[in-house]
């Protein structure tokens, strides 16, 4: 009798091991054989995860829930099941479910090296990007063997990133071509906010092993960080002809093609991914963000709304929402809002984010003390997360001040490149620059794209900054740079943005408000490009930014007294520049657009050395796409109450009022500062 059952136990597992190697080749045939098993063996736990998974191997989803969900109930501990369940759930675009099942498999088992990998995935597609950063790096930790790079994967994975990178420094000078080292250093620095280091490992890492997927996939987020998309996008299409219907590297796919300008696109992908993916909230947000962006306001209104209901706590959905500028919330949606802050379990983000958004929902409601508390929250949160120094800043104007005199630019007289394609509007933001340029982009020789952040980039190159303690050497490493140089600088920026030009126009326009802390930059560079400085009351000014939650950058508005130094720090810096090099800025002061906006249209018209046009008096009819926060706001005539409104609040900006003193006082003219 002992015989015989050894003798089936043995068949058993042979057959066992045999289904098991036919399912990544043959998973129709591995289901038959698990089948088989199932109807000698019935309710066999090992038949059963098998055929589940061969069934999920062929797209059959549901089906397989149906093995899996009593089989992870009846065997708890069942890490392989867990496992299965999640890349099925997963697969079904039931995100949330994915990541509690993975999360139990990893939980009975953490040696599951692709459970990481997928719990990682499924932590990106929800957008919970922080724990997707650590799941990548318990997947790195799992994957390496060699007892050296496991240390360094412990360190990556507690976050101990100066311990990581010297560990993976000292072992790549003995083994300097360990892909899994060189990745892991790169991942390093990428936590460390070292994307260039990280990008050039990456390469180096691909260049080394080119099947690497996860490095391919490290290096495209890498790339997207970069804001070099189509780089990026050369990365993802090598993976997404691997696994054409990854709904992460579509979706990270889909962010690039924003990045680009191509929203036709990547509004095609979102709604292709989330019509098979519904579940994802982070995507639905995604989604609308891109369908505001070309006008279709309803259609991202719903996306948000779906997003929202996907994830009620999801303040960055209000959010988006208030920051239509023209939507109104509904009182039941004020009440949902008020509830999940009453909640002590949300996330700071999810917090700050719905502030800003009852802010703007008491601001619409004429409840002015209610919005500036929320307004006042919100800030208050956000700058807790944020490194900015006001001393940094004004530092940088008092050093571009000293570098930046007559001298300096009669000396590099006709350097630069000659290209007079592109048209700088510079300033603060909130201050009329987006009207400026869809007045401009409705004019048939020039054409609008939006905040490019190349000058910033390419300044910050200069500078030689990699870490946050370090000394830029910019703007002073501008005076050792010779004619071919600031040529050479140039012509790299009409090469950077050409992939923003999609109409051949002759002209466009590059609106990054920050670019006028690199005025004399812009101007050795390409001298013949024109900038305009958009100029807007300083309360209304300041506290439009201050009412106002930026998703990236802009650290300065989060508190009155930061926002109100900056805008000196501007003054005093343009003011500089009009001394210096007299005439080369137009400035336009919102008010007088506003009041007097044919006239101003004109003179801004003759800045640039263009004919009039009578379209561009109905910029608002031009259906061009817009991203930023006004993108709604100028699809519509000159609101001229606006320009007044911030006189609601006054009584609670005395912080502000006194940082700006003489500027306010003397505005639009300009003190001595």
């Not at 002992?2 to 289901?31: C, I, M, W």
């Not at 300008?261 to 989330?274: E, H, K, Q």
Request: charged share 25%; proline share 5%; glycine share 6%.
């Amino acid at each position: 009798m002992v015989s015989t059952a050894q003798d089936q136990y043995g068949s058993l597992r042979t057959a066992f091991a045999h289904t098991a190697r036919l399912l990544e080749a043959n998973p129709k045939l591995a289901e038959e054989q698990a089948r088989e098993i199932l109807r000698v063996v019935p309710g066999h736990p090992e038949a059963e995860l098998l055929c589940a998974a061969a069934m999920r191997r062929q797209a059959r989803f549901d089906e397989a829930l149906t093995f899996l969900r009593p089989l992870t109930e009846s065997q708890p501990r069942y890490a392989a099941a867990f496992l299965e369940r999640g890349l099925a759930e997963g697969a079904l675009g039931r995100g949330q479910q994915a990541v509690d099942a993975l999360r139990r498999a990893l939980a009975l088992n953490p040696n599951l090296t692709g459970a990481w990998r997928a719990l990682a995935d499924e932590l990106v597609l929800i957008g919970d990007t922080v724990a997707a950063d650590e799941a990548y790096a318990r997947h790195i930790h799992a994957s390496v063997k060699d007892p050296e790079l496991l240390e360094a994967a412990s360190a990556l994975c507690e976050n101990k990133l100066a311990v990581a990178e010297r560990l993976l420094r000292d072992f790549l000078k003995r083994n300097p071509m360990d892909v899994a080292a060189i990745r892991m250093l790169a991942e390093t620095g990428s936590r460390l906010g070292r994307y260039e280091d990280a990008a050039n490992l990456l390469s180096r890492c691909l260049e080394l092993a080119p099947s690497f997927h996860a490095a391919r996939h490290n290096y495209a987020t890498v790339l997207v960080r970069l804001n070099r998309a189509e780089a990026a996008l050369e990365q993802l299409d090598m993976l997404l002809k691997d696994e054409p219907d990854n709904p992460g590297f579509r979706i990270m796919k889909a962010a690039a093609l924003v990045r680009i300008g191509d929203y036709d696109a990547a509004i095609d992908i979102y709604g292709d991914v989330l019509n098979r993916f519904p579940g994802q909230a982070k995507a639905w947000m995604s989604y609308g963000h891109a369908l505001k962006t070309v006008g279709r306001q309803d259609d991202s209104i719903a996306a948000y709304e779906k997003s929202i209901g996907l994830q009620p706590s999801l303040g960055e959905a209000y959010w988006s929402l208030a920051n239509l500028k023209t939507f109104r919330f509904r009182e039941d949606q004020i009440t949902a809002m008020e509830s999940q802050l009453g909640r002590d379990d949300i996330e700071a983000d999810d917090r700050f984010h719905l502030h800003f958004a009852l802010g703007k929902a008491c601001e619409d409601a004429d409840r002015y003390e209610r919005a500036f508390h929320h307004y006042e929250k919100g800030n208050a949160l956000r700058r807790e997360s944020l490194a900015y120094d006001a001393d940094d800043n004004s530092a940088h104007v008092a050093r571009s001040k000293s570098l930046f005199d007559k001298g300096f630019f009669t000396a590099r007289e006709g350097m630069g490149s000659p290209a007079p394609d592109p048209i700088f509007i510079v300033g603060l933001p909130r201050a009329g620059s987006t009207l400026i340029e869809q007045i401009l982009a409705s004019h048939s020789q020039v054409e609008g794209t939006m905040e490019l952040p190349d000058i910033i980039a390419m300044a910050k190159r200069l500078g030689g900054k990699k870490k946050r303690a370090d000394t830029s050497e910019y703007p002073d490493a501008l005076a050792d740079l010779t004619a071919d140089d600031l040529k050479t600088l140039g012509d790299e920026y009409i090469e950077r943005t050409q992939v923003q030009r999609k109409l051949g126009r002759p002209y466009f326009i590059d609106k990054m408000p920050n670019n006028f802390a690199h005025t004399g930059f812009i101007h050795l560079i390409l001298p013949n490009a024109k900038i305009i400085d958009a100029r807007r009351h300083p309360l209304g000014c300041c506290f439009s930014a201050f009412k106002q939650h930026f998703a990236r950058g802009q650290n300065f508005t989060y508190s009155q007294e930061d926002v109100a130094r900056y805008y000196r720090d501007y003054v005093a810096l343009m003011a500089h520049f009009d001394t210096v090099l007299p005439g080369r800025v137009h400035r336009v002061i919102y008010e007088n657009m506003v009041a007097d906006t044919e006239t101003e249209i004109r003179r801004l018209l003759d800045y640039c050395g263009l004919p009039f046009e009578d379209g561009v008096l109905r910029y608002y009819e031009n259906q061009r796409a817009v991203r930023t926060a006004s993108s709604e706001q100028v699809r519509k005539p000159i609101f001229k109450d606006a320009v007044e409104h911030w006189r609601h609040f006054e009584p609670w900006l005395g912080p502000m009022k006194d940082i700006l003193g003489p500027v306010l006082e003397a505005y639009p003219d300009v003190p001595e500062l």
